[in-house]
């Protein structure tokens, strides 16, 4: 090989590296840094949380029957239906009449008695509880469209991204440890 040959090589050799470097380089100004976010939508999940809902209320009851079988009753009206019967008639008769009226007396005064006793009642104060169910809204993140290199993407995000994405190495850089690096 002669001189020239050699020093042609070399300077062949030479322009290959410079012309590579060069478009290395052109390539890494040329790749874009940013990417512009086309739109943002919120991701949320519906929360239903049950809790306890209580409430005093008041309560009407029959009261407690202390004479079951309304004897006293049956007795005032007896005694009371045998004094006006016995008041009616004579001899035989006025026998008749006081048993009658006993008898109607006693029936009378029981019924009071039980219409009493259905009228009686106490108040009391019961504490009734249900589950009721509480909905709200709990933020996931941002489905966040994005614009690079004439492409579409779309990618998570845990916060609200401004107006363009930082791009690294050709890619959209989501967190700002990524960003940092």
């Known amino acids: 090989m002669n001189k020239s040959m050699v020093q042609g090589f070399v300077i062949g050799g030479v322009a290959m590296v410079v012309l590579g470097a060069g478009a290395v380089g052109y390539q890494t100004m040329t790749k874009p840094k940013f990417a512009d976010v086309v739109a943002v939508k919120a991701v949320t999940q519906t929360v239903v949380t049950p809790r306890e809902e209580c409430q005093d209320v008041q309560v009407q009851r029959q009261a407690p029957v202390q004479d079951k079988n309304r004897l006293a009753g049956t007795a005032i009206g007896a005694v009371a239906g045998g004094l006006i019967g016995s ?95």
């Open 87 to 181: 008041t009616v008639g004579g001899g035989k008769g006025k026998t008749l009449a006081t048993v009658a009226g006993a008898a109607a007396g006693g029936y009378a005064g029981n019924q009071v008695q039980k219409n009493m006793q259905q009228k009686d009642t106490v108040t009391a104060t019961e504490r009734r509880c249900k589950t009721v169910h509480d909905k709200s809204e709990k933020l996931l993140g941002y489905d966040v469209t994005y614009r690079l290199d004439g492409k579409n993407g779309v990618v998570r995000m845990s916060s609200k991204p401004g107006a363009t994405l930082p791009v690294k190495d050709g890619k959209v850089v989501t967190t700002a440890d990524t960003a940092k690096s």
